[in-house]
């Protein structure tokens, strides 16, 4: 079945490490997003990529960073930088640039820092 | 810049009753807008979406959402709603002009209406 797989589901992380958070779709989509979900706050966009080895910065990109080599894979790495990392990660996708088409969501990855 | 209000944290329904999730948003252009439910840890589906022509939009799961330009509202509504639609539900915007790429082009979300449907 076509989908998104985010991996993994729950992460625990110390202070100082760096994680990175996999995402892999079969979808054959063009764009991939990286979003943040905190309560109370919606999703916020932390990068996004429209095409292979691109992408952009989106609303809260500090203390993140992404890579995209395949059209396949867009893993997200949460850095020492990033204040407050404990949050609710999803993944998305869609056709182009979800111009009028919506958006295919992993089922998302849950990172805690101790 | 682009905005999507939720007015309401929380939606309380007796199972059987109509509800109505609201949504009004700010564009400087023609918006496509969208509704997406989530449930507890899981990720976001695709309900349903308006990008031109017939202003009640129908869904999956017996949804529907009504635009209303003048009052620049996308209010998700379902005649009989069930336990099982007890989820989080998002609005998303997205302007027409946008174009292909850059910030313009992604969607802007509201901050999440929870829907509790009692028996």
């Known amino acids: 079945d076509g989908g998104i797989t985010q991996s993994p589901k729950y992460l625990f992380r110390k202070e100082g490490q760096n994680v990175t958070l996999s995402c892999e779709q079969n979808l054959n989509h063009d764009a991939m997003y990286w979003y943040r979900q905190d309560p109370g706050q919606g999703l916020r966009l932390i990068y996004y990529s429209q095409i292979v080895n691109d992408f952009q910065k989106g609303d809260i990109a500090e203390g993140y960073s992404v890579s995209r080599e395949k059209k396949e894979s867009f893993p997200l790495t949460v850095t020492s930088a990033q204040k407050n990392p404990t949050a609710f990660y999803l993944c998305?996708?869609?056709?182009?640039?979800?111009?009028?088409?919506?958006?295919?969501f992993g089922e998302g990855s849950r990172l805690t820092v101790l | 810049a682009q905005s999507v209000a939720q007015p309401e944290d929380q939606v309380n329904v007796a199972e059987g009753n109509p509800l109505t999730v609201k949504c009004t948003y700010s564009v400087s252009g023609n918006p496509y807008l969208f509704w997406y439910v989530q449930y507890p840890n899981r990720g976001l589906q695709f309900l349903l979406k308006?990008?031109?022509?017939?202003?009640l939009v129908k869904g999956s799961y017996g949804f529907e959402a009504e635009f209303n330009k003048s009052q620049t509202s996308f209010h998700l509504k379902k005649p009989s709603a069930l336990v099982s639609d007890s989820a989080l539900y998002f609005c998303a915007v997205r302007l027409q002009e946008g174009g292909y790429g850059g910030s313009q082009g992604n969607l802007i979300f509201g901050k999440g209406t929870k829907l509790s449907v009692k028996p």
């Open positions: 308006y990008i031109t022509g017939d202003n």
């Open positions: 998305a996708s869609s056709i182009g640039g979800a111009h009028t088409g919506e958006l295919f």
